[in-house]
């Protein structure tokens, strides 16, 4: 099984930073959207059940916010496998509580990430299982 890794997030020196930081951290190379609604197509169209998505998506972002891309994703009934990682710079503990309600939410990552953050996915006891399977 393969694992594609997206990016949605509306600051482009921050897809910048998360790209070399998951490839630090022994990743491949994410898409990246700058729009979330670009991503949200995307995943509507290729609706691959033979690749899994980890989604890296940004909560505030201008049109269409993180929140309501998850609300959209779990409408259409995307076939594909997906877990989702919210990055934000918000410490309000709100988003940490409304994240939780979504069942394809991972983790919540406070932003700025750095590629130590990202390597801790990988030791997470779920996470670690998850990506030797997909590996």
């Keep these: 099984m393969d694992l594609q890794l997206i990016v949605v997030d509306d600051d482009d020196v921050a897809c910048f930073l998360l ?3 998951l490839i630090h951290a022994g990743f491949s190379e994410p ?3 700058l729009k979330a ?7 509507n ?6 690749v899994t998505y980890a989604i890296f998506l940004d909560i505030n972002m201008p049109l269409m916010s993180g929140w309501q891309f998850l609300d959209e994703l779990e409408a259409k009934h995307i076939k594909s496998k997906y ?4 990055i934000t710079s918000s410490i ?3 988003d940490k509580d409304k ?6 939410v991972m983790d919540l990552l406070v932003k ?7 390597k801790a996915l990988k030791k997470n006891e779920y996470l670690a299982s998850f990506f030797n399977k997909i590996e």
Excluded: G, R, V
Excluded at 37 to 43: F, H, I, M, N, V
Excluded at 45 to 50: A, D, G, I
Excluded at 112 to 118: E, K
């Design 83 to 86: 877990f989702i990682f919210l």
């Design 45 to 50: 169209n290729e609706q691959n059940t033979e």
């Design 99 to 104: 994240s939780l309600t979504y069942n394809h």
């Design 19 to 21: 790209n070399k930081f």
């Design 31 to 33: 898409k990246i959207y």
């Design 92 to 94: 309000n503990p709100k």
């Design 112 to 118: 700025p990430i750095n590629s130590s953050a990202l």
């Design 37 to 43: 609604k670009d991503a949200l197509d995307y995943l």
